[in-house]
């Protein structure tokens, strides 16, 4: 069985910071690419970053500066660090893998979800 496990959300004043966790299981994502999305009250899931087997990187334009996402594959874990936090980042964010692919932005790309971890920024 495919697991991905989030862990690391809760609530966070404006300005500070939070480091997201995604262990996955179930099999190897060491060639996977990984990527974080998330969805807030009253809005569609939308894509905050990813990364490749080869550690490429990609971000919204709306996290660009202030989060970095990164992975260990030993650990199969990646990390979303989360620094200068706004109130527009509160949200559920999830977890996700994509076999077979260098970059996807889209929720129809990713093939395995974990079930999400909630971030609040208070203002």
């Known amino acids: 069985q495919v697991l991905l496990v989030e862990s690391g959300g809760g609530f966070v004043q404006a300005g500070g910071s939070l480091r997201l966790s995604c262990a996955a299981s179930g099999r190897t994502f060491s060639t996977d690419l990984m990527g974080w999305f998330r969805r807030a009250p009253g809005k569609e899931r939308e894509f905050v970053a990813s990364?490749?087997?080869?550690?490429?990187?990609y971000y919204a334009d709306s996290v660009k500066g202030r989060f970095t996402i990164s992975r260990d594959n030993a650990k199969n874990t990646v990390y979303l660090q989360m620094n200068s936090l706004k109130p527009e980042d509160t949200a559920v964010y999830y977890c996700a893998a994509a076999r077979q692919r260098s970059i996807a932005t889209r929720t129809s790309e990713y093939d395995y979800w974990g079930q999400g971890t909630q971030v609040t920024v208070s203002s």
């Open positions: 990364i490749n087997w080869s550690e490429n990187r």
